[in-house]
C-alpha cells in the first residue's frame, strides 16, 4: 500500500558523487516531510537531511555543503545529492515519510559505499 523505494546507492571513491532518490506512493506525498537517514553497522540510525512540506530544509552538520535534499511533489520524488563523498558517509541509507506525528514510513534502503 505505502512504498518507498530508494535507488542510487552504489560504490564510490572518496570525492566521489552519487544521487539517491525515493519514489513514494500509496501516500499524499506533498503533505509529509520527507527526510534521508543512515545506518552504518554497529552504529544507530541518523537523520542526515530532512525536506518539509513547505520545503524547509535541515541537515546533519556533517554533510553540510556536501549533501543536498530537495524533492519533486510532480514525481512523489525526494532525492538526496551527495558530493565530495567521504568514507564516515559509507552507511545504508534509508528514505523517510512522516505527517503530523501520525504516519510514519520507511523504505527498505540502499547501501552507499565510499571506498578506494
Known amino acids: 500500500q505505502v512504498q518507498l523505494v530508494e535507488s542510487g546507492g552504489g560504490l564510490v571513491q572518496p570525492g566521489g558523487s552519487l544521487r539517491l532518490a525515493c519514489a513514494a506512493s500509496?501516500?499524499?506525498?506533498?503533505?509529509?516531510?520527507m527526510g534521508w537517514f543512515r545506518q552504518a553497522p554497529g552504529e544507530q540510525r541518523e537523520l542526515v537531511a530532512q525536506?518539509?512540506?513547505?520545503?524547509?530544509?535541515k541537515y546533519a552538520d556533517s554533510v553540510k555543503g556536501r549533501l543536498t535534499i530537495s524533492r519533486d511533489n510532480t514525481k512523489n520524488t525526494v532525492y538526496l545529492q551527495m558530493n565530495s563523498l567521504k568514507s564516515e558517509d559509507t552507511a545504508v541509507y534509508y528514505c523517510?515519510?512522516?505527517?503530523?506525528?501520525?504516519?510514519?514510513?520507511w523504505g527498505q534502503g540502499t547501501q552507499v559505499t565510499v571506498s578506494s
Open positions: 523517510n515519510a512522516a505527517w503530523n506525528g501520525w504516519h510514519d514510513y
Open positions: 500509496g501516500i499524499t506525498f506533498r503533505l509529509y516531510t
Open positions: 525536506v518539509s512540506s513547505s520545503g524547509s530544509t
